[in-house]
């Protein structure tokens, strides 16, 4: 890795900091020469501080350290991108990122999708709401319209329309994040699932 300390004439990179798992950023940190080669050694995150002028190991009084897994240089090799696995919080004021964030695994809209359900199932409007409706039945009504859209997508499968096929699979995939907020779970819990199998 062919990094440039030089170019601001300060010998410092920053250092982005990116949960491996959930994407998140993190923090911004600041490394030098000798910080990048201790982290690559110790497999633990090591800045330069600049108020401290100084090495500093992130966690090395809270014990919240940052597990190295990968590092990549960018373009204009002046700027680390730094995969960790975080040892609880990662803010000094106790927070999971330096931006006073959750750092929840993100699915993008269907992290958003997920939030929905879960609110209009709290909410029980059943008379505008109907995920809300569907869920007062119970969950074998639930699961049964999973089993529908299941058997509603896999003939579209079998059909050339790809529409429909996209259609009867958004149906489904939909009524599958209903069924797993019945059972308690969320696409978080399928992830885990499927991580443990690739062992």
Not at 44 to 49: K, L, N, R
Not at 133 to 159: H, R, W, Y
Not at 170 to 180: K, Q, V
């Amino acid at each position: 890795m062919n990094i440039d300390f030089n170019k601001n004439n300060d010998g410092l990179v920053p250092a982005i900091i990116q949960d491996a798992t959930t994407k998140n950023v993190l923090m911004l940190g600041y490394m030098n020469e000798e910080a990048f080669t201790k982290t690559q050694e110790t497999k633990i995150v090591t800045f330069f501080s600049r108020t401290k002028d100084r090495l500093w190991t992130k966690g090395e009084e809270s014990g919240n350290v940052l597990h190295l897994v990968d590092m990549k240089l960018d373009c204009d090799n002046d700027t680390l991108l730094i995969s960790v696995n975080p040892k609880g919080p990662t803010c000094h004021k106790g927070s999971d990122t330096c931006w006073n964030e959750k750092n929840n695994a993100n699915y993008g809209f269907f992290s958003t999708l997920e939030n929905v359900i879960a609110a209009r199932i709290a909410n029980k409007n059943t008379k505008k709401s109907y995920v809300a409706s569907l869920f007062a039945k119970g969950i074998n009504k639930v699961a049964q319209k999973v089993g529908e859209e299941a058997v509603e997508t896999v003939i579209e499968a079998m059909d050339t329309n790809d529409e429909l096929f996209l259609y009867e699979s958004a149906d489904l995939l939909f009524h599958y994040l209903m069924l797993l907020q019945a059972k308690g779970f969320t696409l978080k819990d399928i992830e885990a699932e499927l991580m443990k199998r690739q062992k």
